[in-house]
């Protein structure tokens, strides 16, 4: 599957496009495209976090030097790695990763040490800070694409079948099966 490309602007007045069903969606039930969408969410929730980390961290280089000291030692407690990653695996299992972006290496990043001096090692950091939140930022909107799909996928079911909205109520599993 691949990401489309953004839909044309629409003018204000102008009615939405009716969405369509998608092949590449149809090994999917509807509870299991909702969880993916889920995912989905999540994934671009975790990435837009260590966007952030990364922009602070690239603040804080930037903002270093002539003898000033970074102070990460403070952040650490409250940063871990195992934010991002994990939730990738998920969406691999359902539809191929291939339209998907790499993620850049982020525990080295946050490791990584520059001394008070060194200009060029903080230059070069910075740099590699520069192209792991660029790197970030493809994946979020290829996520933000799929997440899109699968939404246009959703209404395409909803329109076609407007009793399957009903499925997503929270009702108790007696309830559910006289449904």
Known sequence: MSIQAAPPIRRKGEPRPVPTRSDAYRHLSINALRDYRSALVAEETNVSYW???LQARLDL???S????Q???ERLRPVLTTS???AGRQALVAVLPIDALPPLPS???LWERRVGDHDEAGRAAFAEDLQVAETELSTYRSALH???GEATGELIARYREQPSLCLTALPLEP???ASA
Not at 65 to 68: E, T
Request: a positive charge; zero cysteines; charged letters at 35%.
């Open 51 to 53: 966007r952030r980390i």
């Open 61 to 63: 280089v930037s903002a």
């Open 65 to 68: 030097g002539n003898g000033r």
């Open 70 to 72: 970074l102070d990460t």
């Open 83 to 85: 934010r991002i990653g």
């Open 106 to 108: 982020l525990s080295e």
């Open 145 to 147: 694409a799929r997440i």
């Open 174 to 176: 007696a309830r559910r």
